[in-house]
């Protein structure tokens, strides 16, 4: 069961690096950052470390082109 939570983790997360440069509008609220929260929380509590790390590299990742999109886009 905890398998399949952290893939489900890890697909949030892929899901958050992908859509995280969109703000126009501030869409990357709605789109992408709840996403990247479940994530977020999947790894938190999550008691299996089956990619924990995957999830954690890819957040950082979203992290860092949604802030770098921001500024370009500020």
Known sequence: ???VLNIFGVIFA???ALTSWAWLYYIALYISYPFGVISL???FYSPFSYAKSTIKI???IG???S???LLAYR
Do not use: T
Request: hydrophobic share 80%; net charge neutral; no cysteine.
């Open 1 to 3: 069961m905890y398998k």
């Open 14 to 16: 892929i899901w958050f």
């Open 41 to 43: 929380l999947i790894d």
């Open 58 to 60: 890819i957040l950082y």
């Open 63 to 65: 992290l860092a082109v």
């Open 67 to 69: 802030i770098a999109a």
